[in-house]
């Protein structure tokens, strides 16, 4: 069997693994052995390691084009979700003034009972004069805006830049 092949189809089995393990709802340490037991038996032989590297890079490069593509179609159905949303509201905007126009309070029909009535009330206050019970502040750091401000003045007593602990992967 040549080395290629093997690769390959080790490839797709970790893949098959990894995505057993993450669409469970519980990530159960048979799975998670079940995967790493893949990955150690691809990459336990040191001289299929730059191999094994290169087909593991090219697994996740290809997962992270999935996951663009993926996000690309959740916009573009969150966007057709908005406006047939915005189409909702007109119908029911034009509807409602048109029921009002004609002074109808009800209309039967046998797919559906369209009526006008009166809305709940609705809450008006004066936000200044509001007691601090009723009042919610949050306190949000600003994390770009304190970046640029240690890139700029370097340090201050509240924030630094501190070193990363965690080697970064980086695949190009």
Known sequence: MSKLYYLNMAMEQISAAIDELYSAEEITEEIEEQVNALVASYVANEA??????VALARGAKRAEGEAKAISEE???????????????????????????????????????????????????????????????????????????????????EFARFVANPDPVLSIR
């Open 48 to 53: 299929d390691f730059q191999s094994a590297a």
């Open 74 to 156: 959740i916009s573009r159905l969150q966007a057709r979700r908005d406006a047939r949303k915005r189409q909702a509201e007109k119908f029911r905007t034009i509807l409602r003034a048109e029921m009002i126009a004609r002074g109808a309070d009800k209309i039967k029909d046998p797919l559906a009972t369209i009526s006008i009535r009166q809305g709940a009330p609705l809450l008006q206050f004066d936000f200044e004069s509001l007691p601090e019970t009723f009042v919610k502040v949050e306190r949000k750091p600003q994390v770009a805006e304190i970046k640029k401000y240690l890139k700029e003045k370097g340090s201050c």
